[in-house]
Structures are given as structure tokens and as C-alpha cells.
């Protein structure tokens, strides 16, 4: 049996164990606590996280309707140039590529005595301004596989300013 001694001594350690612990709680909390550390980082980590890594890799353009607006019809013209090889604006008059004659708004692949790839309507139906905005950034990604030969025009206005100058090119 123990003595009165040795159990207030085991009561004793069993209480200096238990404010240890208690402390030790109490100070940690006060080192690692949201309130110290977690709110200032805590913006901060998200803004990294879901801002620039993704951002970057998407790329976000402003949209086709919105630069329609600004669409400078002349540029358009002059850009046109670039497809001007292949294409023309008349009516049956198909060259390298099939003519574009109201092209916007236009089937895809509709030119009945043109020999398509059919890479075109496996992405697309219409010759919608978004569509042909897809395209002509890179015609290889958008349709992979398509005949049309041609890099694409990165700048998203000039994109804009040409299909633009196609929706002319109509009755
Ligand atoms: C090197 C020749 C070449 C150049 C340059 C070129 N294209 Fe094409 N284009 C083609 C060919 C070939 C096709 C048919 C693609 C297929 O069937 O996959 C085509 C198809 C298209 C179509 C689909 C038409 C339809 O009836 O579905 C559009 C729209 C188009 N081109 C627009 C343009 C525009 C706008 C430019 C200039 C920025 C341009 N292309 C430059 C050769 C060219």
C-alpha cells in the first residue's frame, strides 16, 4: 500500500504533467494561431493558388462580342490580305480554299463543289463570329487535321477587325 507521501507526490507529478501539457497547449496555440499567422498568409496563399498558375496557362481574352465593337473595318480588309491566296469573297469563286462569300453565319463546309478535309464540321456548325474567332487563332488546334495551311493571327483584335469585314462580304 502507499503511503500518504508517496501518493501526493504521484498526485503532485500527475499535476505538474497536466499544466505542462496545458502550457505547452497554450503557448503553441499562441505561436501557430490563424489569428497571427493564418489570415495575412492565408489571402495570400489563395491568390497564388487560383490566380497566376491558371490565369497564365488559360490566357483570358476579352470577348469576341466586345471586340466587334471596336472592329476597325479597313484593318479588317487589310488583314484579309492574308488569306486573300487561298480565299476569294466571290460567290463559286473557291481557289485553295473554298470562297468565303457570307462566310459569317454561313454552314461549315457547305460549299457544295469544294472537297472539304471534315475536320471542319467535326468541330463546328456554324460560321458564328466565336467560331471563326476559335479558328483563325490557330486553325491546326481548333480543327485538327484541316487542310487549311495557315498559322492563325494571335492578336485578338485583328481577329476581330477581319471577321468583322467578312460580315460585310454579304447580301
Ligand atoms: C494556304 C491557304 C489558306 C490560307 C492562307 C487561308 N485559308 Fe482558309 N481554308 C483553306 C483551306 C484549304 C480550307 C478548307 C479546310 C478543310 O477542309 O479542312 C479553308 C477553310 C476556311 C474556312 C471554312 C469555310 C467553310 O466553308 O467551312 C474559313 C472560314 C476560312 N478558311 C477562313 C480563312 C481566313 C479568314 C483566312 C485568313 C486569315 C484563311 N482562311 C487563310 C486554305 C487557306
Same mark, same amino acid.
Not at 65 to 87: I, M, N, P, R, V
Not at 161 to 170: E, R, V
Given at each position: 500500500?502507499?503511503?500518504?507521501?508517496?501518493?501526493?507526490?504521484?498526485?503532485?507529478?500527475?499535476?505538474?504533467?497536466?499544466? $505542462?501539457?496545458?502550457?505547452? %497547449?497554450? *503557448? !503553441? &496555440?499562441?505561436? +501557430? @494561431?490563424?489569428?497571427?499567422?493564418?489570415?495575412?498568409?492565408?489571402?495570400?496563399?489563395?491568390?497564388?493558388?487560383?490566380?497566376?498558375?491558371?490565369?497564365?496557362?488559360?490566357?483570358?481574352?476579352?470577348?469576341?462580342?466586345?471586340?466587334?465593337?471596336?472592329?476597325?473595318?479597313?484593318?479588317?480588309?487589310?488583314?484579309?490580305?492574308?488569306?486573300?491566296?487561298?480565299?476569294?469573297?466571290?460567290?463559286?469563286?473557291?481557289?485553295?480554299?473554298?470562297?468565303?462569300?457570307?462566310? $459569317?453565319?454561313?454552314?461549315? %463546309?457547305? *460549299? !457544295? &463543289?469544294?472537297? +472539304? @478535309?471534315?475536320?471542319?464540321?467535326?468541330?463546328?456548325?456554324?460560321?458564328?463570329?466565336?467560331?471563326?474567332?476559335?479558328?483563325?487563332?490557330?486553325?491546326?488546334?481548333?480543327?485538327?487535321?484541316?487542310?487549311?495551311?495557315?498559322?492563325?493571327?494571335?492578336?485578338?483584335?485583328?481577329?476581330?477587325?477581319?471577321?468583322?469585314?467578312?460580315?460585310?462580304?454579304?447580301?
Amino acid at each position: 500500500m502507499f503511503d500518504t507521501m508517496t501518493l501526493t507526490k504521484i498526485a503532485g507529478a500527475f499535476c505538474m504533467a497536466l499544466l $505542462v501539457l496545458v502550457l505547452g %497547449g497554450w *503557448i !503553441a &496555440d499562441k505561436i +501557430y @494561431s490563424p489569428a497571427h499567422h493564418g489570415e495575412d498568409h492565408g489571402i495570400a496563399w489563395i491568390e497564388i493558388d487560383a490566380g497566376p498558375v491558371e490565369g497564365a496557362a488559360i490566357q483570358e481574352e476579352p470577348a469576341i462580342e466586345e471586340l466587334l465593337l471596336l472592329a476597325d473595318l479597313s484593318k479588317g480588309q487589310k488583314t484579309f490580305k492574308k488569306c486573300g491566296a487561298c480565299h476569294k469573297l466571290k460567290t463559286g469563286a473557291n481557289g485553295v480554299g473554298p470562297h468565303l462569300y457570307g462566310v $459569317v453565319g454561313r454552314a461549315v %463546309g457547305s *460549299i !457544295a &463543289d469544294f472537297s +472539304y @478535309s471534315g475536320s471542319l464540321v467535326a468541330v463546328a456548325k456554324i460560321w458564328s463570329p466565336e467560331n471563326l474567332n476559335g479558328f483563325l487563332k490557330k486553325p491546326s488546334k481548333y480543327a485538327p487535321g484541316t487542310k487549311m495551311s495557315f498559322n492563325g493571327i494571335s492578336k485578338p483584335q485583328d481577329r476581330a477587325n477581319l471577321i468583322a469585314y467578312l460580315t460585310t462580304i454579304s447580301e
